[in-house]
């Protein structure tokens, strides 16, 4: 089946770094990309892997590992207003576009 | 720039009627997609349409109908609704993709329905 598995919720403090990890077990997908969504909006893209490695964009940066089935999205200079929630999504051949459950970030000062 | 247009952004339904969910892009889009958000379930994909004319089930699909009206336009329908489906649904679309671009999906800002 398709699966991509978040955990459910992280917290870090304000100015520090935080590492959300996705992990799938699902093969045959063109990338992964990465989605943020604050209370009551919709979701907004961040960051897209093609390929293994490491997409930087501003204080987003996110990963790709796929011999580990393994990405991550890697946020630093943490603000407040980063306070959201945080989703990782596979694309696949014939566009189909399916969302791991989400994991809360919770941004203490 | 309009992008991608939800209506309703709010409806109250009794368990048995039918509505529909109406969606459209103006970005030339060919890839649309409806998604339906519960709490700790993420989204998940309901229906898509690869490009006009063509239409396939997602995750989770039963209780809803869809239809591409045409390359703008991309329409999601309850039947007989019933509690299970409150929800809030989002509809979005991609460009095509070409292998260099982005993958980048643009959201509506979502309908949020209440079946009593």
């Known amino acids: 089946g398709q699966s991509l598995e978040q955990p459910s919720e992280v917290t870090a403090v304000e100015g520090a770094i935080v590492q959300i990890n996705c992990t799938y077990q699902t093969s045959g997908f063109y990338g992964l990309s990465w989605y943020q969504q604050h209370d009551g909006g919709a979701p907004t893209f961040l960051s897209y892997?093609?390929?293994?490695g490491l997409e930087e964009t501003g204080r987003f940066s996110s990963f790709l590992s796929r011999s580990d089935s393994y990405g991550y999205l890697l946020l630093q200079e943490l603000q407040m207003k980063d306070s959201a929630s945080y989703f990782c999504?596979?694309?696949?051949?014939?566009?189909?576009?399916?969302f791991g459950k989400g994991t809360r970030l919770h941004i203490l000062p | 720039n309009a992008g991608v247009t939800q209506t309703p952004k709010f409806q109250v339904l009794k368990t048995g009627q039918s509505m529909t969910l109406q969606c459209a892009q103006d970005m030339n889009h060919n890839s649309m997609y409806w998604y339906r958000q519960d709490p700790g379930m993420g989204l998940r994909l309901i229906y898509y349409s690869a490009s006009e004319g063509t239409t396939d089930k997602g995750e989770v699909p039963n209780g809803y109908n869809v239809s591409r009206l045409n390359k703008r336009e991309f329409s999601l329908r309850l039947e007989s609704a019933a509690p299970s489906q409150t929800s809030v649904y989002f509809c979005?679309?991609?460009?095509?993709?070409?292998?260099?671009?982005?993958?980048?999906?643009?959201f509506g800002a979502g309908t949020r329905l209440s079946v009593l």
């Open positions: 999504a596979v694309k696949y051949r014939d566009d189909k576009i399916i």
């Open positions: 979005a679309s991609t460009r095509p993709w070409t292998g260099e671009t982005k993958n980048i999906q643009y």
């Open positions: 892997n093609a390929l293994d």
